[in-house]
């Protein structure tokens, strides 16, 4: 069985050399399949997954250990989960599920060590007459009450 203490500390090596990538999971099965999912800064690209891949396989002896290695980049409709994430994301929709069962789908302006910050416009009844008036929202959204936060892709 491969160690998972051995196998996180060639994958924090090799995310050393290059600072712009993170780790967002990584599992090992019981059938010996590693599997690892990282972002970058600046997007990943398949040069990137070949260069963990190569940190990782590359000091683990197939010899001694029977493992398949899957590293791969976190998809775009994937869940952000790291606080790099949602800085890298700054000025694109996120739809953000919070702890109180609030749904809001708003652009991410700002990311604070704490909180994100979200804007939108709504349509809201004029306080005099009749007809709506466009008004501007904000939301500071902690990121422990953040139940989950994903990218809204649009075309």
Partial sequence: MLNQTIVQSLIENGLEERPDLFLIDFTISSDS?????????????????????????????LEEEDFSLEVTSAGATTPLVNKRQYKKNIGRTLQVKAKDNVKVEAKLTEVGDEQILLEWKTKEPKPVGKGKITVNKQAKIAFDDILEAKVIIKF
């Fill in 33 to 61: 399949k590693i599997y690892v999912v990282i972002d970058g800064d600046n997007g990943v690209s398949v040069e990137d997954c070949i260069f963990i891949s190569r940190a990782i396989e590359h000091n683990l002896d």
